[in-house]
């Protein structure tokens, strides 16, 4: 089955830095990848999303980058700011029939005023 | 729309005790998933459902079972709960079109301790 690995676990950056999340996972049929975040006490929320047929997407200060060759995927948050500290995960999937997702183990963002 | 809602939101249960988390969505989504998530290991599928009858096992199926009865409602059950089953449990629904995936959708939790 697929794995998805995440990294790193924890990210402290300073207001208006920018801030980056990693993730490589293992099966190439994967060709759907989403980024959600999870505030305090609540479930988590799609971000932004990135398909296979293209390798960078861009949603205001958030982009995603896909390396299919390589097997990874990353978030970049630009310009942060303080309500963008939450946990932000990773996820992997493919679209044959199969909805269901793999997801990483998190990263936790703490954005220092 | 409430989207996807989660009873109860709290429980706590003596180990051998049962139980069943309803999760309800009004989107008219065909999917649902139940995930549970642990400190350090993300979220992990137990069950999910392609549709309205159907039930599939996902990675961590063992002791939960789960019904789909309604196409709104997506039923897991502990038969005899443990201290491993304490956890935040969600759920979640989704849709896709012509074999695309869309997001998920999740609901607020359920906070589980298991004594």
């Known amino acids: 089955g697929e794995n998805v690995e995440q990294h790193p676990s924890t990210l402290s950056v300073q207001e208006g830095d920018s801030a980056v999340i990693k993730c490589t996972y293992s099966?190439?049929?994967?060709?759907?990848f989403p980024w959600y975040k999870q505030e305090l006490g609540k479930g988590p929320q799609l971000i932004i999303d990135?398909?296979?047929?293209?390798g960078e997407k861009k949603d205001q200060r958030i982009a995603v980058t896909l390396n299919k060759t390589a097997k990874h995927f990353s978030l970049h948050i630009t310009e942060t700011q303080p309500e963008d500290s939450a946990v932000y995960f990773c996820?992997?999937?493919?679209?044959?029939?199969?909805?269901?997702?793999?997801f990483g183990t998190g990263t936790r963002l703490t954005i220092i005023p | 729309n409430a989207g996807v809602t989660q009873t109860p939101k709290f429980r706590v249960l003596k180990t051998g005790q049962s139980m069943t988390l309803l999760c309800a969505q009004d989107?008219?989504?065909?999917?649902m998933y139940w995930y549970r998530q642990d400190p350090g290991m993300g979220l992990r599928l137990i069950h999910y459902?392609?549709?309205?009858?159907?039930?599939a096992k996902g990675e961590v199926p063992d002791g939960y079972n789960v019904s789909r009865l309604k196409k709104q409602n997506f039923l897991l059950g502990l038969e005899s709960a443990a201290p491993s089953q304490t956890s935040v449990y969600f759920c979640?629904?989704?849709?896709?079109?012509?074999?695309?995936?869309?997001?998920?959708?999740f609901g607020p939790g359920t906070r589980l301790t298991v004594t």
């Open positions: 979640a629904s989704s849709y896709s079109i012509s074999g695309r995936s869309y997001e998920q959708y």
């Open positions: 990135i398909r296979s047929n293209v």
């Open positions: 989107m008219n989504h065909e999917y």
């Open positions: 996820a992997a999937g493919t679209n044959f029939g199969n909805e269901k997702l793999t």
């Open positions: 459902s392609v549709g309205e009858g159907t039930t």
């Open positions: 099966d190439s049929a994967s060709n759907y």
